[in-house]
């Protein structure tokens, strides 16, 4: 299992904090930067120890909430695509109760004006005609049309009886099926709390184990400002000597963690990575890697239609290497697999890990963004891989990750 995620204990991390945030916080030439990571790195490298008995207990503690959130998030994303399933067949049965209603009405005129054409007939019983002076082949005539129209109306009307049943029928059904999704809604509403909850302990367990002293965030924050392309702050942040140097001491603090078992057996069901995952979020698939997109450039990711607030989780097992802003795309995660693997994730609405942590498959990691308008239902999720820089299609390329494990 890896939790946080490679050896070292917890004073080499604070080492690492000591000794990089001063270099990071310096302005000083390319050369002396290098000299002065790399005395960094050697700062790294002179702290060791294992983890204290505190720390030891509460790596416990967060590796069971890992596995509890896993094993939630799971249900979760089940749950979500069960009420997908009821809303994709609620909207079916809606446009059916819309089209019977259409053709209800088309009936409804043509036995009108059936029912219109028997009135005009009926003026002059066939009473009156048998006694009027005239031809018998008039007489006869206005018989046979009487005849013959009565047949159309009783045709309409038994057609116009059984739209009625459909009808009763499709509205019966969309009111089981509504039934069903609000009943499914208040188990998915108490399913998420609870992961709230959880997420919120093992972010606070994470946070009392590693002290972030600031100098990650800022460093990612500028290089976040400096890029002008997804790809440039992916190569940034992969190139930058500061945050190797910070990572370093996060690496190994990471394995001393998934090192130790989960507290009190949590998390029954499968290990992180037995744990197979690819998309993101529960939703639909609107634009395929490679696809033709609405800017009429090829799509260079997967374009998923998720409801409001969905929960996010890793597709594979990685390294959060940035959690923030970017540009114009709001809040964007991007998560490092290994064998020159990244992945990002756009239109989030909520980030729930921060850089530097590890995270398995299925592991919660944000919710997706509310929609931009009242009249839109969904939200829309980007997601996107990328290896050695170039964008890959996700479907195929990510499984090529898995158990890799950032190098």
Known sequence: MAVLADPVGGRRFICALVAVTALASASTPAGAQDQGTGDAI???????????????????????LRMSTIDLAAEIIAT???????QSRIATLHADEQAALGVLDGQRDRFNRLVAGLQRLSRTPIEVWAVADGPSAELIRGALLLNRAMAPVEAEAESISQTVADLADARARLRRERGERDAITVVFDEQMAELNRLVGDRQTTLEQLVQDSGAMTQRLSDLASEAVSLGDLINAIEGDLLLRALDSGLAGYRAAIADVAPAGGSGGGQAPDEVDTILPAAGTIETEFGAEDLSGERAQ?????????????APVAGVVRYAGPFADSGLILILDHGGGYHSTIAGVGRLDVMAGQAVAAGEPVAVTALPQSEATPTSTLFFEVRRNGNPVNPMTELVLAQGRGPE
């Open 80 to 86: 979500q695509q069960e009420i997908n399933a009821i």
């Open 42 to 64: 050697a700062a790294i490298e002179s702290g060791d120890g294992p983890l204290s008995v505190e720390q030891t207990e509460r790596a416990a503690t967060l590796n069971g």
């Open 301 to 313: 990711g997967l374009t998923l239609t998720v409801a409001p607030a969905s929960l996010i989780v």
